[in-house]
């Protein structure tokens, strides 16, 4: 079992900066990635960024060159640093852990945290 909490969410204007982290706890060894998800109103939950064990990394295209995805392995931390950003980045934000591999392996999710782009 692992166990995820989100911060960092909030409210910010267009063209701001924003981080937001997630700490992850229990049987934090079998994490083998870690990403970041959203979910618009009305939209369906879609991946943000995602960084696995060998710090491979990969990012929505609409992120590319804003977003950032970081991972420290000693305090299991990940961490989103955001900046530029848009209307429509206004999501709630998941934190998620996958142990495992993508295939067969189970993901965790944090509770989520409100993100709102707003002038």
């Known amino acids: 079992q692992v166990q995820l909490v989100e911060s960092g969410g909030g409210l910010v204007q267009p063209g701001g900066s924003l981080r937001l982290s997630c700490a992850a706890s229990g049987s934090t060894s079998s994490i083998a990635a870690m990403a970041w998800y959203r979910q618009a109103p009305g939209k369906q939950r879609e991946m943000v960024a995602v960084?696995?064990?060998?710090?491979?990394?990969n990012y929505l295209d609409s992120v590319k060159g804003r977003f950032i995805i970081s991972r420290d392995y000693a305090k299991n931390t990940v961490s989103l640093e955001m900046s530029s950003l848009k209307l429509e980045d206004t999501a709630v934000y998941y934190c998620?852990?996958?142990?495992?591999?993508?295939?067969?392996?189970?993901?965790?999710w944090g509770q989520g945290t409100q993100v709102t782009v707003s002038s």
């Open positions: 998620n852990a996958l142990v495992g591999t993508p295939l067969s392996g189970v993901d965790y």
């Open positions: 960084m696995t064990n060998g710090d491979y990394t």
